[in-house]
């Protein structure tokens, strides 16, 4: 049975600091592409970042550019997002995504979302 579990959301100060982490069951997690994505109230899923199996490649978003920084940990099948500088237009539901694709297989996978809040 698949499980993607978030955790670390919560309430953050402007300027303030939160570590998202994502523990992937189930699958092969060492060969699927990890990703970070956001939905902020009345907005589209953003893309916030991504990293491919081995970590050799990541993207961020321009908007967390410079600010976040993603990580994964094949032996402990985690990926972790360090949210530093965090403004309120950081306030959304983060979700960890899963993906793998190949010629004959399309796996996507997602977890159920952990709220980060951004207040003074």
């Known amino acids: 049975q698949v499980q993607i579990v978030e955790s670390g959301g919560g309430l953050v100060q402007p300027g303030g600091s939160l570590r998202l982490s994502c523990k992937g069951s189930?699958?092969?997690?060492?060969?699927?592409?990890m990703s970070w994505y956001r939905r902020a109230p009345g907005n589209e899923r953003e893309l916030v970042a991504t990293?491919?199996?081995?970590?050799?490649?990541?993207h961020y978003s321009d908007s967390v550019k410079g600010r976040f920084s993603i990580s994964r940990d094949n032996a402990k099948n985690t990926v972790d997002l360090q949210m530093n500088s965090l403004d309120v237009e950081d306030t959304a539901v983060y979700y960890c995504?899963?993906?793998?694709?190949?010629?004959?297989?399309?796996?996507?996978?997602w977890g159920q979302g952990t709220q980060v809040t951004v207040s003074p």
């Open positions: 189930g699958f092969d997690f060492e060969t699927y592409r």
């Open positions: 990293i491919n199996s081995i970590g050799s490649i990541i």
């Open positions: 995504n899963a993906r793998y694709t190949d010629y004959a297989t399309a796996d996507d996978y």
